[in-house]
């Protein structure tokens, strides 16, 4: 239990400290969030809890083809919000991109093993 407290206080600091500098500089902020630390993060608890290289490399990777879909959800919000929507509506409408990129994954499991790879 000790070490789940440790994990998720450590992963909320990042996304406090996100949110901190996003304040002062969105770019720096969005720097900050697009790095892959809570994939290395997880890379480092699964490696600590298994030491199974085999299952790190397919984390790995499998952390590679899941971010190719997940890209268009982020330019949703830019995009609404310049066209005059709300914050609201506009993050009720990152929960429809939400949707977008689960149904992109799909896609992407399924391109992807036709081509050897499993996700």
């Known amino acids: 239990m000790l070490q789940f407290v440790v994990r998720a206080l450590l ?6 400290a996100v949110a901190l500098i996003a304040r002062r500089s969105p770019g720096a902020g969005a720097l900050l969030a697009s790095l892959p630390l809570v994939s290395v993060l997880g ?3 699964l490696w600590r809890d298994t030491g199974d290289r ?3 490399a397919a984390y790995a990777e499998a952390t590679f083809w ?5 890209l268009p959800m982020f330019l949703l919000i830019p995009v609404l919000l310049r066209h005059g929507v709300g914050f609201v509506p506009a ?7 939400c949707t977008l ?3 992109l994954y799909l896609v992407t499991v399924a391109i992807a093993a ?6």
Not at 91 to 97: N, R, V
Request: aromatic share 10%; charged share 5%.
């Open 11 to 16: 992963s909320g600091a990042i996304v406090a």
């Open 101 to 103: 990129t689960m149904l």
């Open 66 to 70: 899941y971010v190719i879909p997940s």
């Open 91 to 97: 993050l009720l409408a990152l929960l429809a991109g």
């Open 114 to 119: 036709r081509f050897g790879v499993t996700l």
């Open 54 to 56: 085999v299952r790190l």
């Open 43 to 45: 890379m480092i608890w």
